[in-house]
Nanobody, 124 residues
């Protein structure tokens, strides 16, 4: 059973930056890892995903502002969030699945393992 632990959330003003981290409890070889977010009263939505080799895909709403990366030696994935907007306020979750390096997994149904989430609040 893989455990994921997010960190780095907090309160930031609009235009500011935050960096989220997600550490896995075991090796993440041949995995895709993703970030999702859920605002109050809304469904969980895709933010970004990264394959084992480092190929990335982003939701249109964050493209150009957020960057996903991973350190396979540390079993950790990161989400650098710049130019934050109030509409980015949500609980952010990381997720993991074993899968193909040639496919971008963007649906919550694709992922088996989830972290507990970290709150990001952007004030206007």
């Amino acid at each position: 059973q893989v455990q994921l632990a997010e960190s780095g959330g907090g309160l930031v003003q609009a235009g500011g930056s935050l960096r989220l981290s997600c550490a896995a409890s075991e090796r993440t070889f041949s995995t895709s890892m993703g970030w999702f977010r859920q605002a109050p009263g809304k469904e969980r939505e895709f933010v970004a995903t990264i394959t084992w080799s480092g190929r990335t895909s982003y939701a249109d709403s964050v493209k150009g502002r957020f960057t996903i990366s991973r350190d396979n030696a540390k079993n950790t994935v990161y989400l650098q969030m710049n130019s934050l907007k109030p509409e980015d306020t949500a609980v952010y979750f990381c997720a993991l699945k074993w899968g193909l390096d040639t496919i971008y997994y963007t649906s919550t149904a694709d992922y088996i393992y989830w972290g507990q989430g970290t709150q990001v609040t952007v004030s206007s």
